[in-house]
């Protein structure tokens, strides 16, 4: 994974689909002047474009197709969107979780489908949640929207009951990522060449790690070992980030992270270190939403954070944005 990001590339057709930690800053037109994280001799990675379908709750209109009819509506509308030659391409990769034993490599057989040569080479990845378009037609149907937001009031909320440790359980229907269908694609190419064939980056891709903890007690505290250490590989800060958008599996998952990101005890028990990461603004995190209120398909929610993060950035004239996302497992990208 490592070398694909930075290796010097043609076109990729890429799904994340692994937790993720990821630096990313925006292209080329910049409102305030920063240091760049440009490395010399290496060519810079670009986000060029993402798409995805409207996500929505599982065993709804998405309920009879495969996973790979999902992938291949998302791909098919990246290369809408990008007019992408399809055979510009040089690899697609695809993450799904949770594999339907009918399809041995989802990749390939949406690649197929959405028309690709039968030359260009695929593969599947899965790691929980972090394995990841435009519109999406089933039949005759045009889907449209996400179906996955509800009308509601702080008062029928309060009476859900616990889905776990009952009756005491804090975790309800409310405070959880909801099950959700949906499929989502990127393009990712050198700026070299997605210049050459005159698209307008949105985004560089400057730097990631995947981190791993004890599962027992840390599971989903990812996101607060991944980005000290992604800030650290990229030398930057957390004042440096224009833009935060962590996956949100549970709203108490986001709020013990926080807390493990704002306590010196936490950092020098567990981490290693001396001092607390620090926690992200308030006014960064996550402005447009996440996984509790969009939804969560376990394949698709990667590539959902860093198109957002390059929009966020564009829209709101930030450089630096930074993608984390935990997942089963203890992990964390």
């Known amino acids: 994974m490592a070398s694909m990001l930075m290796n010097p590339l043609r076109s990729f057709l890429f799904t994340f689909v692994f937790p993720l930690t990821l630096s990313v800053s925006v292209s080329p037109v910049q409102t305030k002047s920063k240091k760049t994280l440009a ?8 986000l060029v474009d993402g798409v995805r379908t409207p996500f929505l709750t599982s065993g709804t209109t998405y309920a009879d197709l495969m ?17 992408l030659p399809k055979d510009a391409v ?31 080479p695929c593969h ?22 996400d179906n996955g937001i509800r009308p509601s009031s702080m008062e029928q909320l309060a009476k859900l009951k616990p889905a776990f440790i009952k009756p005491h359980g804090t975790v309800t229907a409310a405070n959880s990522s909801f099950l959700t269908d949906g499929a989502s694609a990127v393009l990712i190419m050198s700026e070299e060449k997605a210049l050459a064939m005159g698209y307008k980056p949105k985004a560089y891709l400057r730097d990631f790690v995947y981190v791993s903890q004890d599962p027992k007690d840390q599971l989903l505290l990812g996101p607060t070992y991944g980005t000290p250490k992604v800030l650290e590989r990229a030398g930057l800060t957390m004042n440096d980030i224009d ?11 986001i709020m013990a992270n926080l807390k493990a990101m704002d306590s010196d005890w936490f950092a020098q028990t567990y981490m290693g270190r001396k001092t607390k990461v620090g926690t992200p603004p308030m006014e960064k995190f996550n402005l447009w939403g996440g996984s509790l209120s969009l939804g969560h398909p376990f394949g698709a929610t990667g590539c959902r954070l860093v198109t957002t993060v390059a929009h966020r950035l564009q829209k709101e004239g930030g450089q630096y944005g930074l993608v984390a996302a935990c997942a089963a497992g203890g992990q964390v990208t």
Request: proline share 2%; glycine share 8%; aromatic share 6%.
């Open 39 to 46: 490395k010399p001799g290496v060519k810079n990675i670009v």
């Open 243 to 253: 833009v935060f958008e962590f996956h949100e599996a549970f709203a108490g998952q």
């Open 124 to 145: 599947t990845v899965t790691m929980a949640c972090i394995s990841s378009n435009v519109a999406m037609t089933t039949g005759r149907d045009m889907v449209s929207k």
């Open 90 to 120: 040089d690899y697609v990769i695809y993450g799904t979780v949770i594999q339907e034993v009918k399809t041995s490599n989802v990749a390939r057989e949406a690649s197929l489908g959405a028309g690709f040569s039968d030359k260009i």
């Open 67 to 83: 996973p790979h009819d999902l992938a291949r509506a998302a791909l098919q509308g990246l290369l809408h969107r990008t007019s």
